[in-house]
């Protein structure tokens, strides 16, 4: 048979209903075949992508964690303060090169930023040692460490500028293969090339970081001191729920249930009147005493009409309506229209930062859209505060000369171990920069430095 007879019979083959359904059924095997390995294709390089972009933003932060650490090692003024921070820039250098190992750029081009972590690494654990043999730094380590903190700097810099091509879809990670090379190599210009001892290092634990102003987040799991009063039952709570909402503003209020945990509440759902459609608030009244411990609204704030000024004016008159005297405002951050205040109380000219609450402001006509009282709740009570054992020259005398106090005053701040400490607060610049150092009233000591963050949408503490 001819090649030529061959494909008319191949041909009338086809032509047949049932050769003609397996030819389909073929073809769409194979189509839905690519289609699962270019689905699975697809998934792996996202897997991939989301793989890198992981490392590099956990990178940046411990980065950035490195250079804010340096700069409160530079004014600590006492050795344990001074191991503190130098043990957690140790930390964080092994952790920020890490990440930067994980990155899909030539080991090369990464030499110099990983040997930059790798002495800061070092040498701030030699400081840690040092200090723990009681020899202070000298003249010449303080220079070293200068340099490094500027470094820090440019290092953390430059990422953030890389971060900022990634983010915007300028650059994706398999394009960094090429381009990661210079802009790696741009980073580590200027790079000193003093050798540290290699160290050996052992585990240990280390503080966190406190964000979203001093200590609002440093008590977990303490038995409310806050909660006074009897237990109320669920038309209780929902009257309190109302009063403090305010009657004029709520047009229906219902329940959703409760919460068990530390604080048991009732809940609601609250519509307020003259509210925009869909916009609704909740609130939650504790079970003992009938405190609100949460509200929050949901409605859209989309101009700004008034400044920050204006609603730690609305926000203090509230507190007052509602029975909250002597709160003092700290520190705030406003996003997207909305202002949210934190404040802590006061008691005989002392700030009691356990005592904290925080309020949202909308900041299109000065509504009270938010409100939350955990802290406030666990920790306030009347204290007797007794008096400081060393006086306020005394304290200040105990701070590095390098910080420019323009603030000081007493404050109770807590600690990891559920307790409270009476300290004198200063605030401070240092190279343009704000700090806060607290040094204990009754020892001396600095128990705790904190660096201000003044951005454009608020002030927070690192």
Avoid at 383 to 398: C, D, G, V
Avoid at 418 to 440: A, H, Q, S
């Amino acid at each position: 048979m001819s090649f030529r007879d061959k494909l008319l019979d191949f041909k009338r083959r086809l032509s047949d209903r049932h050769m003609y359904s397996i030819v389909i059924a073929v073809i769409g095997a194979i189509a839905i075949l690519g289609l699962y390995q270019y689905k699975q294709e697809m998934e792996f390089r996202q897997r991939v992508e989301n793989q890198y972009n992981r490392s590099f933003y956990e990178m940046v932060g411990y980065v950035q964690n490195v250079e804010v650490m340096l700069s409160k090692a530079m004014i600590a003024n006492s050795p344990e303060m001074g191991i503190t921070n130098l043990s957690e820039v140790w930390r964080q250098a092994n952790l920020a090169q890490a990440n930067l190992g994980q990155m899909p750029v030539s080991h090369l081009a990464l030499n110099n930023a990983s040997r930059f972590l790798t002495q800061v690494s070092d040498f701030s654990y030699s400081l840690v040692r040092q200090n723990l043999d009681g020899r202070p730094a000298t003249p010449e380590q303080f220079d070293n460490l200068m340099k490094l903190h500027d470094y820090a700097v440019k290092m953390s810099n430059n990422l953030n500028q890389l971060e900022n091509e990634l983010g915007q879809g300028r650059i994706r990670w398999g394009e960094l293969s090429q381009k990661g090379a210079p802009i790696f190599q741009r980073m580590s210009q200027n790079l000193t090339t003093t050798k540290f001892e290699n160290l050996e290092k052992e585990f240990q634990e280390y503080p966190s970081l406190i964000y979203d102003g001093p200590f609002s987040d440093g008590l977990r799991d303490i038995k409310p001191q806050g909660l006074t009063g009897d237990m109320v039952k669920q038309d209780q709570a929902r009257n309190a729920a109302v009063a403090f909402v305010g009657s004029d503003r709520v047009q229906d209020i219902k329940p959703t249930g409760s919460t068990d945990g530390t604080i048991k509440t009732f809940n609601f759902d609250v519509v307020l009147k003259n509210a925009p459609q869909n916009a609704s608030a909740i609130i939650n009244i504790t079970q003992q005493g009938g405190h609100p411990l949460l509200m929050t609204g949901s409605r859209a704030v989309t101009r700004e009409n008034i400044n920050v000024e204006q609603a730690k004016d609305a926000a203090q008159k509230f507190l007052k309506s509602r029975g909250y005297n002597n709160m003092i405002d700290t520190y705030y951050l406003k996003e997207d229209g909305v202002a949210t205040i934190n404040y802590a109380y006061s008691q005989n000219n002392v700030t009691i930062y356990p005592d904290l609450l925080k309020v949202k402001v909308a900041l299109d006509n000065g509504e009270i859209i938010g409100f939350e009282s955990k802290n406030y709740l666990t920790s306030h009570r009347n204290r007797t505060i007794a008096k400081p054992k060393i006086s306020q020259e005394e304290a200040r005398r105990n701070i590095n000369t390098r910080l420019d106090i323009f603030a000081s005053g007493l404050a109770i701040i807590p600690t990891q171990w559920k307790t409270e400490i009476l300290t004198y607060e200063f605030k401070g610049k240092v190279d343009g920069r704000d700090f806060i150092i607290y040094v204990n009233a009754d020892t001396g000591k600095e128990e705790q430095i904190l660096l201000i963050i003044d951005t454009p949408n608020g002030i927070l503490t690192m």
